[in-house]
């Protein structure tokens, strides 16, 4: 599969390209670009705290191909090359981008993976942490439940996830 590769930042930087740190996407110009791309992207979220401003966040992966959320400290797979050499003991999240997804959630009725994130939501709705749609594969994330029915889950947790 071929990808597009973006960087995303908590304010954006830059030319708002998104074709590298230096000129990062916003967390809102991120979201438009996912809900517009029929093809894949792979979006290299900086760490840092990310409010969520959108209505919710959509993925149209018309193409077959996911979109890929990738959290990272400095350097594209820098955070994933740390979980896969400590594959044992707790999880270590204190360098992933935490997302606060408290307006409208994730919905990905294309398909998307989530690695090296810390998700965090309130919504007080049927919808845990905001994801309302299966189709989603998580690797290497913390979700914060607060607030949710967590009756269901709409997403596959791969390995070394934790659920607070």
């Not at 990808?3 to 074709?19: E, F, K, L, N």
């Not at 992207?41 to 919710?56: A, E, F, K, V």
């Amino acid at each position: 599969m071929s990808y597009s590769d973006r960087y995303v930042t908590p304010t954006g930087a830059g030319s708002h390209a998104g074709t590298s740190l230096a000129n990062a996407w916003s967390w809102d110009e991120m979201a438009a670009a996912l809900a517009s791309s029929s093809s894949g992207l792979r979006c290299y979220i900086q760490s840092g705290t990310y409010n969520d401003t959108t209505t919710q966040l959509a993925f149209n992966a018309s193409s077959g191909q996911p979109a890929i959320l990738e959290g990272i400290s400095s350097t594209a797979g820098d955070l994933m090359a740390v979980l896969s050499r400590t594959a044992a003991g707790p999880l270590d999240t204190t360098n992933f981008p935490v997302l606060n997804l408290d307006v409208g959630g994730i919905a990905a009725g294309g398909g998307a993976i989530f690695r090296c994130l810390d998700i965090r939501s309130t919504l007080a709705n049927t919808t845990v942490c905001g994801f309302i749609a299966a189709g989603m594969f998580a690797h290497g994330c913390k979700f914060t439940f607060s607030g949710n029915n967590a009756n269901t889950i709409g997403i596959e947790l791969r390995s070394r996830n934790v659920l607070t």
